[in-house]
C-alpha cells in the first residue's frame, strides 16, 4: 500500500501540475480552432476563460460541485446517524468535520469535495442514508473521508471544473464557426478540417484523463476507509448494495461523476461508457482479501 504521506504530496503536486496542463490544453486547443476558422478573439476568451475556471475551481469547486447536484445541507437532528458516523470517524481520521449535505434522490451514492480537509464537504444521497446500517454508512463515510484527507477532493474537483470549462470553450467555438459566414472563413480546407476534428476529440480527451486519474483513486479511498473504520465488512456491504441499486441519480453529470463513490449513471449505458470509476466487483474482491 502506498504510504499515505506520499500519497498526499503527490496529489498536491498533481494538482499544481494538471492544472497547468488542462489551461495549456485549453489554450492551445482553442488556438488552433480560432485559426482554422479565422477567430483571434477566442483566443484571449480562453486564456482570462481556464484561468479564471482554474481559480475558481479551487476556491468554490466545491460549492459549484454541490449546487450542480443539487445538495441540501443536513442537519443533525434530521440526519442523526449521518452526522454523527461523520463526527465520529472524522475523529479517527485526524481530519477537521466536513460540512454534510444531502441530495434527494432514491439512488444509493455519495461525494466529497472541497480543496483541503479545512474546506471539505461531503454529501449523500437521501436512499444511501436510508437503505444503509450504520456499519455500512461508516464504510462509505470512511470512503469519503480518505478522499478528503488524502486530497483527492482537491484533485477530482479541479479537473471536473477544468473539463466543464473546455466543454463551454468547445461549444462556443463551434457556434462561432457557423454563424460565420462563407467570406469569413480561411480558404485552407486543411485547418477547417484540423479545427473540426479538435472540437470533436478534445473533451474525449479530457474525459479519458478523468478517467485515469480517478479510478486510481478510488482504490486508494477503499484502503484508506479501512485504516479509519479498522474493517472492511462494512464498506464490503454498502458496495455491494450499492452494486444492486439500478436508480439513476439525475442531479449527476459527466463533469461530476468522478466525485462519487460509484458510477452515477447505472441505468445509462451511454454516459457509462466513460465510467471513472472501476467496476464495483473488483473493487469488493480487493477488499475481501483484507478480511
Known sequence: MVNVYKQISGNKRRSAIIIFLFVAF?????????QS???????????????GSA??????????????????????????????????????????????FVIDSAALNAFATGRDP????????????????RAELEGVIAHELSHIKNFDTRLMTLVSILIGT??????????????????DRKDSGILIIIGFILI????????????????RREYFADAGAVMI????????GALKKLAADQNTLETAST???????????????????????????????TLEKML
Open 26 to 34: 485549453i489554450i492551445g486547443t482553442v488556438y488552433l480552432i480560432a
Open 37 to 51: 476558422y479565422n477567430s483571434p478573439e477566442l483566443i484571449p476568451l480562453a486564456i482570462i476563460f481556464s484561468s
Open 55 to 100: 481559480l475558481v475551481g479551487y476556491f468554490a469547486g466545491d460549492q459549484i460541485a454541490l449546487k450542480l447536484n443539487g445538495a441540501k445541507p443536513a442537519t443533525r437532528k434530521e440526519y442523526f446517524d449521518f452526522y454523527t458516523v461523520t463526527e465520529n470517524l472524522a475523529l479517527a481520521a485526524s481530519v477537521p468535520p466536513p460540512r454534510i
Open 118 to 133: 479545512t474546506h471539505a464537504s461531503i454529501c449523500a444521497t437521501t436512499g444511501l442514508l436510508s437503505k444503509l446500517n
Open 166 to 183: 473546455l466543454s463551454i470553450l468547445t461549444n462556443l467555438s463551434t457556434r462561432r464557426h457557423f454563424l460565420n459566414s462563407d467570406n
Open 200 to 215: 470533436i476529440f478534445a473533451p474525449i480527451i479530457a474525459q479519458l484523463i478523468q478517467l485515469a486519474i480517478s479510478r
Open 229 to 236: 473504520t479498522r474493517q472492511p465488512s462494512g464498506l464490503i
Open 255 to 285: 463533469a461530476t461523476a468522478s466525485l462519487y463513490i460509484c458510477n452515477p449513471f447505472k441505468g445509462n449505458k451511454l454516459a457509462s461508457l466513460f465510467s471513472t470509476h472501476p467496476p464495483i466487483s473488483d473493487r469488493i474482491t
